[in-house]
């Protein structure tokens, strides 16, 4: 472990202690919250991003010393394993170099290569690589055998030439040689198959693209991929082939002989056949991962502010799924969020049927003192959103909700097990209500996938992508905490320590004693053992419990200290949570101890002044602008509010109420370059935008955040924003800024007289001076 802990350290510029401690708490069963959030004084105060940062790397260690060690089984097996061969195993950090080593010794299948040994044609092969004769055709007449195949001298040379072409494809050297040279100079080429233009019209950006490798951004990776895997774009990858031939002839040509000849010839066939089809595969791996890394790193995040988005709490809510033939679904619930009643109205479709829809509403309101009405943004949202707010019904809060992922919830059989007796209609417009009221505590019961704030996440790697949307659903359920006496399986389930058998325990045991009196009282649930506890306590809220500190996020572990500190100031623990005067008293240094240190009592402190607190922001009531309800309803140069639905590198997607998110640019969203989306704005928060351009035909908004816009398209290559500014400012001797240069305008005009053409000229010089 010592020398894993010294590479992890480095990588992480971190002490090799903290790493050390973090990777025993792990191995321990401790997770990732539990361990930035109560054990600081271990680990230095890593956060949780580092903590994962330390397993997710000491795993990659684990996985390749496991690889390294069934090679050395493996060589042992065949006879090949010299002290030489193993110790170079021994020295390799990554498993693709320790796979270069192996390949020449890895059992194949029958190739060229093989079939020439067994002709014997090795011998030649070596002495043709060696170079060192000047007489390729007489040596090669030496090895003729009817017998073996040979016929001739062109055949046995040949041969030998397929020899050399797998010893160059095999060599470590080589390999890596050409692996640089691949990432550094190669370029996606991509261009649509013949006769898919009108199909694949979504892929147009793509018809003939071509961007290097190694600045093309994982959006556009994953695009042309996908356009690739549904037969709409061919795509190739490759560099130049005769800068590749040089690199090794310049490694494997060493005269100007006949043999280094056929050498070269032997290189240019390895190089074709062998070689750059083997970089060409790593690359588009290596390329795929790399896209993987970052859609995953920006769908996570939208996932992360999606599900700390602000709660409205805890309402008398009414939620519609609106529908324009089949009708609206309507829910009314409770503050807990309890199935109260449910009815159909049909407000869009006769006059009888919009005053029978609005009486509904309005009596439901009153019969269930309505505080807050959710209404899906999904077909007919916004027409409902309209007949609603027409009915006058004072206070009520009126709210679109994002509804990606109800119709999911609603199949699933989490919602069947909910509502055994209510269709799935019923049930999606349960999931709108309850997302107003809480988004965390029922986003949740979904699979994060389906929730709305991703491109690409049905294109990467699945098992890395859940692994890290669990981390965030995890770290966000613990951050903010959970009721233990209200709160749903499936949150408990992502409570540190916890899973879906003991969260299914605690409801079961829940229904059957009634209410959690205190935190102590969990380790009476069936198989939940100390170990459980510990992870899970201090996550977990007892609102109105037994023991005060109970709806806090002060661990048990503490309650003795805490105690301590009240019996110091004289005062009740009570008396010590309620009076900031009281905890100003404290002094911190007095109760450092080898177990609790300042982070710790830090920790303490701000949870006594404000127990159980929110994390998440205050809830604010949003509704878009009367009368754009459809996409064909914009104009160029509108202002509209507007809420933030997903992030990408490229720009941020924003909901403005027309069933058909607009985009905004990198290049729109600032005066300034913005590298990150994420520095600018959050998912779920309000904007005001302009409408630049609008496709009805490909249904694409083009949207700016700019303070000052014309409305006026500017023209730009699909997406290509991962560009920095040509022109920097530059200080000024007077120590200010110069604006940075700015290309005028180019507008056509009449042709000029030479005379007015030259003073028009030098008014531009003197502009720009």
């Not at 397993?55 to 394993?81: H, S, V, Y």
């Not at 996570?300 to 309402?315: C, D």
């Not at 890290?468 to 399986?489: I, Q, Y």
């Amino acid at each position: 472990m010592s020398h894993h802990s010294k590479i992890i350290a480095a990588e992480l510029a971190i002490a090799e202690k903290q790493v050390l401690s973090t990777i025993e708490l792990l191995d321990e069963g401790a997770t990732v919250p539990f361990i930035s959030r109560y054990r600081k004084e271990a680990t230095g105060s890593l956060d949780e991003v580092q903590v994962a940062a330390v397993r997710d790397r000491f795993q990659q260690l684990r996985d390749l010393d496991k690889r390294r060690e069934a090679i050395l089984k493996a060589l042992t097996a065949l006879g090949k394993l010299s002290p030489e061969l193993e110790a170079r195993i021994n020295a390799a950090v990554t498993i693709t170099e320790i796979e270069d080593i192996y390949l020449p010794y890895k059992p194949k299948r029958k190739t060229r290569a093989s079939e020439a040994r067994k002709k014997g044609l090795e011998p030649l092969a070596l002495l043709v690589l060696e170079q060192r004769g000047e007489d390729p055709e007489g040596e090669a007449a030496k090895y003729l055998n009817d017998e073996l195949g040979v016929a001739s001298v062109e055949e046995a040379l040949a041969g030998a030439r397929d020899i050399i072409a797998e010893m160059v494809n095999e060599n470590t050297e080589a390999r890596a040689t050409m692996r640089t040279y691949f990432q550094q100079h190669s370029k996606f080429k991509s261009v649509v198959v013949s006769g898919k233009e009108e199909e694949g019209i979504k892929y147009k950006d793509y018809f003939n693209w071509d961007e290097p490798v190694k600045s093309t951004p994982s959006h556009r990776v994953l695009a042309m991929r996908r356009g690739e895997n549904e037969s709409v774009l061919k795509l190739e990858l490759a560099p130049g082939e005769e800068g590749a031939i040089r690199l090794l002839e310049k490694q494997f040509i060493k005269s100007s002989n006949k043999n280094a000849q056929q050498v070269e010839l032997a290189i240019q066939d390895g190089y074709k056949r062998l070689l750059a089809p083997s970089m060409e595969n790593e690359l588009r791996g290596f390329s795929k991962e790399k896209a993987d890394e970052e859609a995953i790193r920006v769908f996570v995040e939208n996932a992360r502010q999606l599900l700390l988005a602000a709660p409205m709490g805890q309402k008398n809510v009414l939620a519609i799924d609106p529908g324009f033939r089949t009708g609206c679904k309507v829910v009314c619930l409770d503050k807990q969020g309890k199935l109260l009643e449910n009815t159909t109205i049909f407000p869009h479709t006769g006059q009888n049927n919009v005053k029978n829809a609005a009486e509904t509403i309005q009596k439901l309101c009153a019969k269930y003192e309505i505080e807050a009405i959710a209404i899906g943004n999904g077909t007919a949202g916004r027409e409902t959103e309209v007949f609603v707010r027409g009915l006058g019904l004072g206070d009520v809060a009126v709210v679109m909700v994002n509804e990606s992922g109800a119709s999911i919830y609603s199949a699933s059989e989490v919602a069947r097990e909910e509502f055994p007796s209510h269709d799935i209609t019923v049930r999606g417009a349960v999931s709108i209500g309850r997302r107003l009221m809480d988004p965390l505590a029922e986003l949740v019961k979904i699979d994060p996938k389906s929730i709305g704030v991703g491109q690409y996440q049905h294109d990467v790697d699945q098992n890395k992508l859940q692994a890290s949307l669990d981390d965030t659903v995890m770290s966000c359920v613990n951050a903010v905490g959970v009721e233990l006496n209200t709160a749903s399986k499936q949150v408990l389930a992502y409570v540190s320590g916890l899973g879906p058998q003991l969260a299914q325990n605690i409801i079961s045991y829940r229904n059957e004693h009634g209410a959690f009196k205190n935190r102590e009282s969990l380790k009476k649930v069936p198989r939940l053992g100390d170990k459980a506890f510990e992870q899970a306590a201090g996550f977990l809220r007892i609102r109105n419990g037994a023991h005060v500190l109970d709806a806090s996020g002060v661990h048990p572990e503490r309650y003795e200290l805490i105690n301590r500190m009240a019996a110091d100031l004289g005062c009740s623990l009570e008396d010590l949570l309620g009076d900031t005067a009281q905890q100003k008293k404290i002094k911190l240094q007095q109760y450092v101890s080898e177990e609790v240190g300042l982070p710790t009592l830090t920790d303490i402190m701000a949870e006594l002044a404000k127990p159980g607190r929110d994390p998440r922001e205050q809830f604010e009531v949003f509704s878009f602008t009367d009368g754009v309800n459809e996409i064909s309803d914009l104009k160029p140069g509108m202002k509209l509010p507007g809420i933030v639905t997903n992030i990408t590198n490229f720009g941020a997607f924003v909901d403005i109420g027309v069933h058909q998110d607009g985009l905004v640019h990198t290049s729109q969203m600032s005066d300034k370059f913005v590298p990150n989306p994420n520095d600018l704005v959050k998912v779920h928060q309000k904007v005001e935008v302009t409408v630049v351009e609008v496709d009805v035909e490909r249904k694409r908004i083009s949207l700016s955040m700019k303070k000052e816009h014309t409305g006026k398209a500017e023209k730009s290559k699909p997406e290509k924003h991962q560009h920095k500014p040509k022109f920097k400012p530059k200080p000024s001797a007077a120590g200010g800024v110069k604006p940075a240069f700015k290309k005028p305008e180019v507008r056509k005009e009449k042709a000029l007289p030479e005379g007015d053409l030259q003073m028009k000229l030098a008014a531009l010089k003197d502009k720009f001076k």
